[in-house]
Protein backbone atom coordinates (compact mmCIF):
# COMPACT_ATOMS: atom_id res chain seq x y z
CA UNK A 1 0.00 0.00 0.00
CA UNK A 2 2.80 2.34 0.78
CA UNK A 3 4.59 1.75 -2.68
CA UNK A 4 1.21 2.55 -4.46
CA UNK A 5 0.79 6.34 -2.43
CA UNK A 6 4.65 6.42 -3.16
CA UNK A 7 4.14 6.41 -6.80
CA UNK A 8 0.83 8.24 -7.50
CA UNK A 9 1.76 11.76 -6.02
CA UNK A 10 4.84 11.85 -8.73
CA UNK A 11 2.47 11.35 -10.96
CA UNK A 12 -0.25 13.66 -10.70
CA UNK A 13 2.80 16.35 -10.05
CA UNK A 14 4.47 15.36 -13.33
CA UNK A 15 0.56 16.43 -14.79
CA UNK A 16 0.43 19.59 -13.26
CA UNK A 17 4.27 20.32 -13.98
CA UNK A 18 3.65 19.26 -17.88
CA UNK A 19 0.76 22.08 -18.24
CA UNK A 20 2.62 25.62 -17.68
CA UNK A 21 5.52 24.09 -19.47
CA UNK A 22 3.88 23.31 -22.77
CA UNK A 23 1.84 26.24 -23.35
CA UNK A 24 4.48 28.99 -23.05
CA UNK A 25 6.03 26.38 -25.82
CA UNK A 26 3.01 26.74 -27.93
CA UNK A 27 2.81 30.08 -27.76
CA UNK A 28 6.80 30.21 -28.75
CA UNK A 29 6.08 27.99 -31.60
CA UNK A 30 3.13 29.88 -32.67
CA UNK A 31 4.90 33.38 -32.49
CA UNK A 32 7.27 31.61 -34.26
CA UNK A 33 5.25 30.43 -37.21
CA UNK A 34 3.62 34.35 -37.85
CA UNK A 35 7.05 35.90 -37.79
CA UNK A 36 8.05 33.54 -40.33
CA UNK A 37 5.12 34.34 -42.36
CA UNK A 38 5.61 37.94 -42.56
CA UNK A 39 9.41 37.20 -42.91
CA UNK A 40 8.36 34.77 -46.09
CA UNK A 41 6.15 37.70 -47.16
CA UNK A 42 8.75 40.55 -47.00
CA UNK A 43 11.37 38.65 -48.65
CA UNK A 44 9.23 37.02 -51.69
CA UNK A 45 8.06 40.54 -52.31
CA UNK A 46 11.40 41.98 -52.53
CA UNK A 47 12.38 38.98 -55.01
CA UNK A 48 9.48 40.09 -57.20
CA UNK A 49 10.75 43.71 -57.05
CA UNK A 50 13.89 42.58 -58.41
CA UNK A 51 12.74 40.06 -60.32
CA UNK A 52 10.10 42.57 -62.33
CA UNK A 53 12.50 45.37 -62.57
CA UNK A 54 15.27 43.14 -64.05
CA UNK A 55 12.82 42.39 -66.63
CA UNK A 56 12.53 46.48 -67.65
CA UNK A 57 9.15 47.01 -64.83
CA UNK A 58 9.57 51.21 -63.78
CA UNK A 59 7.69 50.91 -61.22
CA UNK A 60 6.52 54.31 -61.78
CA UNK A 61 3.16 55.79 -60.04
CA UNK A 62 1.76 59.48 -61.30
CA UNK A 63 -1.45 60.92 -59.48
CA UNK A 64 -3.68 62.40 -61.64
CA UNK A 65 -3.30 64.99 -58.86
CA UNK A 66 0.29 65.44 -59.17
CA UNK A 67 2.60 65.92 -62.29
CA UNK A 68 5.49 63.90 -61.30
CA UNK A 69 5.52 60.56 -60.75
CA UNK A 70 6.77 58.22 -57.98
CA UNK A 71 9.29 55.50 -58.41
CA UNK A 72 8.56 52.74 -56.03
CA UNK A 73 12.14 51.18 -54.91
CA UNK A 74 12.61 47.94 -53.05
CA UNK A 75 12.59 49.57 -49.20
CA UNK A 76 9.16 50.45 -50.03
CA UNK A 77 8.26 47.30 -51.03
CA UNK A 78 9.72 45.73 -48.02
CA UNK A 79 8.30 48.13 -45.42
CA UNK A 80 4.73 47.83 -46.54
CA UNK A 81 4.48 43.96 -47.08
CA UNK A 82 6.26 44.42 -43.22
CA UNK A 83 3.76 46.99 -42.07
CA UNK A 84 0.62 44.70 -43.60
CA UNK A 85 2.05 41.42 -42.18
CA UNK A 86 2.25 42.45 -39.17
CA UNK A 87 -1.36 43.90 -39.01
CA UNK A 88 -2.54 40.39 -40.34
CA UNK A 89 -0.59 39.10 -37.47
CA UNK A 90 -1.90 41.87 -35.03
CA UNK A 91 -5.51 41.73 -35.89
CA UNK A 92 -5.68 37.72 -36.07
CA UNK A 93 -4.39 38.24 -32.13
CA UNK A 94 -6.94 40.52 -31.11
CA UNK A 95 -9.52 38.12 -32.33
CA UNK A 96 -8.19 35.41 -30.62
CA UNK A 97 -8.32 37.61 -27.19
CA UNK A 98 -12.03 38.65 -27.64
CA UNK A 99 -13.82 36.24 -30.24
CA UNK A 100 -13.67 32.43 -30.48
CA UNK A 101 -14.69 32.41 -33.90
CA UNK A 102 -11.34 34.34 -34.74
CA UNK A 103 -9.96 31.99 -37.55
CA UNK A 104 -12.94 32.39 -39.69
CA UNK A 105 -13.68 36.04 -39.10
CA UNK A 106 -9.67 36.13 -39.77
CA UNK A 107 -9.98 34.96 -43.04
CA UNK A 108 -13.14 36.96 -44.48
CA UNK A 109 -11.53 40.08 -43.31
CA UNK A 110 -8.00 39.07 -44.60
CA UNK A 111 -10.09 38.20 -47.93
CA UNK A 112 -11.95 41.61 -47.94
CA UNK A 113 -8.72 43.68 -47.50
CA UNK A 114 -6.78 41.57 -50.56
CA UNK A 115 -9.69 42.46 -52.42
CA UNK A 116 -9.59 46.19 -51.64
CA UNK A 117 -6.17 46.51 -51.61
CA UNK A 118 -6.52 46.70 -55.58
CA UNK A 119 -8.43 49.57 -55.85
CA UNK A 120 -5.14 52.14 -55.80
CA UNK A 121 -3.10 50.32 -58.21
CA UNK A 122 -5.63 51.33 -60.75
CA UNK A 123 -6.54 54.83 -59.06
CA UNK A 124 -2.95 55.35 -59.77
CA UNK A 125 -1.49 56.26 -63.38
CA UNK A 126 0.99 53.04 -64.13
CA UNK A 127 1.74 51.00 -67.08
CA UNK A 128 0.42 47.54 -67.45
CA UNK A 129 3.75 45.91 -66.11
CA UNK A 130 3.80 47.80 -62.85
CA UNK A 131 0.00 46.84 -62.55
CA UNK A 132 0.69 43.59 -62.90
CA UNK A 133 3.52 43.50 -60.62
CA UNK A 134 1.73 45.13 -58.33
CA UNK A 135 -1.19 42.97 -58.25
CA UNK A 136 1.38 40.01 -57.72
CA UNK A 137 3.00 41.40 -54.87
CA UNK A 138 -0.44 42.32 -53.21
CA UNK A 139 -1.51 38.52 -53.54
CA UNK A 140 1.97 37.18 -52.57
CA UNK A 141 1.27 38.73 -48.83
CA UNK A 142 -1.64 37.18 -48.70
CA UNK A 143 -0.46 33.72 -49.94
CA UNK A 144 2.51 33.93 -47.58
CA UNK A 145 -0.43 35.22 -44.65
CA UNK A 146 -3.04 33.14 -45.13
CA UNK A 147 -2.29 29.47 -44.78
CA UNK A 148 0.39 29.96 -42.36
CA UNK A 149 -1.40 32.43 -39.87
CA UNK A 150 -4.74 30.78 -40.48
CA UNK A 151 -3.20 27.18 -39.77
CA UNK A 152 -1.66 28.84 -36.10
CA UNK A 153 -5.21 30.44 -35.37
CA UNK A 154 -6.52 28.97 -32.23
CA UNK A 155 -9.77 26.60 -33.12
CA UNK A 156 -13.15 27.57 -32.30
Known amino acids: MTATTITQPPQAESQTHAQPQ ?3 AARKAVRRA ?5 GVAVAANGAIYLAASALGV ?28 LLGWGSLALLERFTRHAKGIWTALAGTVLA ?9 Q ?26 TARRS
Open 58 to 85: DFMLTDSASPEGHHLILPEIAVFSLVFA
Open 116 to 124: LSFAPIFLE
Open 126 to 151: AGAATRVSLIVIHVVVAAALLPMLRH
Open 34 to 38: RAKAA
Open 22 to 24: TVP
